[in-house]
């Protein structure tokens, strides 16, 4: 007969860091803070409450605004204001909020990805009011194409 | 290229018109990128649409099955006028936006293989609490089996980010390495998620307990920025030499 369910459990969902190959070794101290900031923010912070806001469709506004204070929007993109990282940090972030969760992860990668690298590739310097939307405040970008 | 939108230059100004569907973000954006057609060259520029002027309507759309807590919008530009300082100076072509969507075609193969971690992780532990038949599921042969299979894929989606990533360093990431990773990774997502989704029985299916939810959302990814099939024909044409598709 069945044991008692681990359903819904605590434990389930948070990070295991599964690297079998030892990747991670040859990642740099940069990379790796960026990895295990990303983890714990998922572990601690988006896990316990993302499902609720999943269920409702509702966008996690204050889980956004943790992104900017934690230094996680930059995508490896240079400019005033966004915290510098390399494409494998920024890949590492990426994948880490996704492990978390996808719409989280999607939005990083409209804001960052898509609206930010547009500024940033085709207007690198800042033009005042057309300039990069600052990564840690509370101004959001949307790309159209 | 089949965009619509187009931008008229008057005087100082640009006039944008048409209409736009999933913008992300853009309900919420207090600056969106918007690509038109320059009427007088035919060519693609970006520009920067700032708060909600004249002419501009964003309404959510609703009813997703997928990344159901961020939102898309329809977008429609009825006139809606920009400084010409609102022009991305840059972005003169459709050749400058693609050096955008190359670079976020490596970011969905490394949002793939989070959600196939996420999947991976979440059957691994399950499988190691739940007690079945006087016995933990991970004591049983075809459990075992199944999550290493898992852990197969897991690990040769990590081995495709982490080159992929080293290349971008190195400015060496060409547009089909970054689509061949986000195939195969997408691809790959999909079979680990479906896989964690059987272990975990019917509480594989509770939305508390993750699975279900990264099955749905790889589905988004596995669309935009383009499809795996889009991806393969791109790499297709790359190692063919021939193009098909138009």
């Known amino acids: ?145 | 290229m089949a965009l619509e939108t187009t931008a008229r230059r008057e005087g100082d100004e640009w006039v944008l018109e048409g209409a736009k569907r999933w913008i992300g973000n853009a309900t919420i954006a207090d600056v969106t990128v918007v690509w038109a057609r320059d009427e007088a060259d035919g060519q693609v520029k970006g520009f920067l649409v700032e708060g909600d002027p004249a002419g501009w309507e964003a309404t959510r759309i609703e009813g997703k099955g997928s990344v159901r807590a961020v939102w898309q919008a329809d977008i429609t530009l009825a006139g809606v006028r920009v400084p010409d300082s609102a022009r991305l100076p840059g972005g003169e072509t459709f050749k400058d936006t693609g050096r955008v969507l190359a670079a976020t075609r490596l970011t969905c193969a490394f949002a793939a293989l989070g959600h196939a971690v996420g999947a991976y992780e979440v059957a691994l532990t399950y499988c190691k609490e739940r007690e079945q038949f006087g016995q933990p599921l991970v004591g049983f042969q075809i459990v075992q089996e199944k999550l290493v299979r898992m852990l197969a894929e897991v690990t040769s989606m990590q081995l495709y980010c982490l080159q992929c990533a080293r290349l971008t360093d190195e400015g060496k990431l060409r547009d089909t390495f970054a689509g061949l990773a986000k195939m195969n990774n997408t691809i790959k997502a999909r079979q680990v998620i479906a896989e964690a989704r059987d272990l975990l029985g019917g509480n594989g299916i509770l939305l508390e307990n993750h699975v279900m939810r990264h099955m749905v959302d790889i589905e988004a990814i596995h669309t935009f920025e383009g499809t795996a099939t889009i991806q393969a024909l791109i790499v297709g044409r790359d190692v063919t030499g021939v193009a098909a598709f138009t």
């Open chain 1, 1 to 145: 007969m069945t044991t008692a369910s681990p359903s819904g459990s605590e434990e389930l969902g948070r990070g295991l860091g599964t690297d079998y190959l030892l990747i991670g070794e040859s990642l740099t101290e940069a990379e790796l803070d960026y990895l295990e900031r990303t983890r714990r923010f998922v572990d601690d912070e988006v896990l316990p409450v993302i499902v609720d806001h999943w269920e409702r469709a509702d966008f996690p506004f204050a889980l956004a605004r943790r992104l900017g204070e934690l230094g996680l929007i930059g995508d490896g993109l240079e400019g005033e204001g966004i915290p510098a990282m390399s494409p494998l940090a920024a890949g590492l972030i990426n994948m880490e909020l996704n492990r978390g969760d996808g719409s989280l992860g999607t939005f990083l990668g409209v804001q960052a990805g898509l609206a930010m690298r547009s500024i940033a590739y085709l207007a690198p310097r800042s033009r005042g009011r057309a300039g990069c939307p600052p990564s840690r405040g509370p101004r959001r970008s949307a790309p159209s194409r």
